[in-house]
């Protein structure tokens, strides 16, 4: 099984592997659907498909091409609307990777438009945003929250039947024990040509460091979407890796990037060793991402359920900090909205506002009968 995906995951060739039965086209499927990969899959097994299976993924393949499409017009029209206000701005992900590193714009999915600008222009984009037909999403939580404890505010709209989603961010990382200056990615950004239209984007290290940091967010864990815009990068650009080590120890994101590298090593079988030595990360760190990394990234009992998913993130947790310190920090002076999220509690009730309060309690017990019932299974 390994290595049909294996296959599947080198974008640069054509998929040839024969795949024995319906059983394992259910669980590639199952696979593509939770990383987000049936771009890939269609691109590179179509010849091979069932006839019961080339409608559904026919169907995702044309739809995926529309979304790019309009997402990627959208983002132009934003960047003629933004910078007509002198307002710079910088894609990230997928705006950006679809006009760089993928050898075919189809390759890759979006699910939205990620673009970063200065902190101090944050409230100018606000009217601009709505007369492009934006409205703030606010996720039934008070703006303030956005503000004090994110690193970019929602914004919704709908366009020929399709809702488009945009994230404004103003860095690229929630604001933490130590938080990062991220002043320089304007000075390091490079241009490149999309569209016939000229786009300023991220330096190649700084695009790795913000993929390493997206680990952090509580999304679907150790999806790899993300692990190929990784992989290509470092295919694609020759990495400056004095000064991203530089920064992963300045901010402390040493151990989160070993995380990154671990999945695209697990994956690629790309050798790390001479650049995870210079990370110095203890060994027993790195053993346990990669154990986890092992047991859950084929493990078909993540793909569709939340708690597992859950649990996933959790073990991860406690290994994405450099210090115990700095996470025990988050994991006790998290704000009470993420509290309420992450434990599916109301926002804003009784309940949630007496959980959060013994949280010295709260959260340790929540941990450990999570534990005890994954043991018990």
């Given at each position: 099984m390994e290595k049909i995906i294996t296959e599947l995951l080198d974008i640069h060739t054509p998929g040839e592997i024969e795949i024995p039965d319906i059983k394992t086209w259910d669980y590639i499927i199952e696979f593509c659907s939770y990383h987000e990969l049936y771009p890939i899959l269609f691109t590179k097994f179509k010849h091979l498909l069932p006839p019961e299976k080339q409608n559904l993924l026919k169907s995702a393949y044309y739809l995926s091409i529309a979304r790019n499409m309009m997402l990627m017009d959208e983002f132009l029209k934003l960047k003629i609307a933004l910078e007509n206000e002198k307002i710079p701005l910088l894609p990230l992900k997928g705006t950006e990777f679809l006009n760089t590193i993928y050898p075919d714009f189809n390759l890759r999915s979006m699910a939205d438009i990620d673009i970063l600008v200065p902190e101090n222009?944050?409230?100018?984009?606000?009217?601009?945003?709505?007369?492009?037909?934006?409205?703030?999403?606010?996720?039934?939580?008070?703006?303030?929250?956005?503000?004090?404890?994110?690193c970019h505010f929602m914004y919704g709209k709908t366009s020929s039947g399709m809702n488009i989603h945009l994230e404004l961010h103003w860095a690229l990382d929630f604001k933490r024990f130590q938080n990062i200056s991220f002043e320089h990615l304007w000075t390091r950004r490079r241009k490149i040509t999309a569209e016939d239209t000229e786009i300023y984007v991220l330096s190649p290290e700084d695009t790795l460091i913000a993929l390493a940091l997206h680990q952090r967010r509580f999304h679907k864990p150790l999806i790899l979407k993300n692990i190929i815009d990784g992989y290509l990068i470092l295919k694609n650009y020759n990495i400056d890796w004095r000064y991203i080590m530089d920064t992963a120890y300045r901010y402390r994101l040493r151990v989160t990037l070993n995380l990154l590298l671990n999945v695209i090593e697990e994956v690629y079988g790309i050798n790390f060793k001479y650049i995870k030595d210079s990370l110095r990360v203890k060994n027993f760190v790195d053993r346990i991402q990669n154990k986890i990394v092992k047991n859950y990234i084929y493990n078909t009992e993540m793909f569709n359920n939340y708690h597992i998913q859950k649990r996933i993130y959790f073990y991860l947790y406690f290994f994405l900090y450099d210090s115990w310190w700095e996470l025990l920090y988050y994991l006790f002076f998290i704000s009470p909205e993420k509290f309420a999220k992450f434990f599916n509690l109301p926002?804003?009730?009784?309940?949630?506002?007496?959980?959060y309060k013994l949280r010295l309690f709260y959260v340790p017990f929540k941990f450990l009968s999570l534990f005890l019932r994954a043991k018990c299974k």
């Open positions: 222009k944050v409230n100018d984009c606000e009217a601009t945003l709505k007369a492009l037909g934006y409205k703030k999403i606010l996720g039934g939580v008070k703006e303030n929250y956005w503000i004090k404890y994110h926002i804003y009730s009784f309940k949630n506002n007496l959980c």
